[in-house]
């Protein structure tokens, strides 16, 4: 199939998908969050992929879910489109997916990652859920997601406060499997993945499933409600004012309402 927003190839057993959105930051609009998850279930029923690897640019991995998209929506469009399911589809994946970062994994950027099952990144890779600097909270799993990986500390501070991590740092609270040289990231990435893709196939997709189950019962609840207080803030003015001032490249006003 066609993709406009990614691209896709393949390395030996090694399905790569790389975003291909390099004037919007890589932005996670809805279109290039279908085709990556059409791309995904792609690979995924092909018995001749063991792994996949989702990677951005050196510059970007993803700067979050597309703000110019969602800025307007009210809660019951964004409830009625539902878009937060796509980045759900994630989770149904059955063969281990590994993200390579490098630059910016912001927001929705940073959620993708972290649902996959390991994180190559390179040096300059920057981690953040910068969502309250725009009037809302994480909406794809980052606070529930986030919270298991790096403690609840370190959550706080990122989801409250804007902390980003560089790659030392996610290394040090084991957000990321290993920091490698910029132009080392992609090549480790797939390396790891080929790696992964030469074991019992059988025994790889029982291991990850059985992994993701040690936190798995306890997350889904979380999602959920994430998912809903997301949708809830479009009813804020601070979301609208938020999402405005992104755009037009000003401080925002709050107002608590
Ligand atoms: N959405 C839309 N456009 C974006 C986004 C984005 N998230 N990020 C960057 N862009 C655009 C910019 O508007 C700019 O476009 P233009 O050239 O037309 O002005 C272009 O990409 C280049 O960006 P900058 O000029 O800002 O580049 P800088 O190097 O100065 O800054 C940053 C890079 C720091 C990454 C900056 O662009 C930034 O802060 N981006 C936004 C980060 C952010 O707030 N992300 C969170 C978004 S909300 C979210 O992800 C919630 C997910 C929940 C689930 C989603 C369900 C729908």
């Not at 993709?3 to 890589?26: C, D, S």
């Not at 759900?88 to 959620?111: D, M, N, Q, W």
Request: with cysteine.
């Amino acid at each position: 199939m066609p993709y406009e927003m990614i691209l896709t190839e393949t390395h030996g057993r090694v399905g790569l998908i790389t975003f291909n959105r390099p004037q919007a930051m890589n932005a996670l609009n809805n279109q290039l969050m279908r085709e990556l998850m059409d791309a995904l279930e792609f690979f995924d029923e092909n018995d001749e992929i063991g792994a996949m690897v989702i990677a951005g640019n050196e510059k970007a991995f993803a700067a979050g879910a597309d703000i110019k998209e969602m800025a307007d929506k009210s809660i019951h469009q964004m409830m009625d489109t539902d878009h937060v399911a796509v980045f759900g589809r994630i989770r149904t994946i059955k063969k281990p997916v590994i993200a390579a970062v490098s630059g910016f994994a912001l927001g929705g950027g940073c959620e993708i990652a972290l649902s996959c099952d390991m994180i190559v990144a390179s040096e300059s890779a920057k981690f953040g859920q910068p969502e309250i600097t725009i009037g809302v909270i994480p909406g794809a799993g980052g606070t529930q997601r986030l919270t298991y990986a790096v403690g609840k500390a370190i959550a706080m501070e990122m989801i409250l406060n804007n902390r980003t991590l560089s790659a030392q740092e996610a290394l040090q609270y084991g957000l990321v499997n290993r920091v490698v040289p910029v132009s080392d990231y992609l090549n480790e990435a797939l390396k790891l993945a080929k790696e992964i893709a030469s074991r019992a196939p059988l025994a790889v997709r029982a291991a990850k499933r059985m992994i993701n189950q040690a936190y798995e019962r306890f997350l889904s609840d979380g999602l959920a409600q994430e998912k809903q207080v997301f949708y809830n803030l479009f009813g804020s003015e601070d979301q609208k004012e938020g999402m405005k001032a992104f755009i037009e490249k000003r401080k925002p006003e709050w107002k608590g309402k």
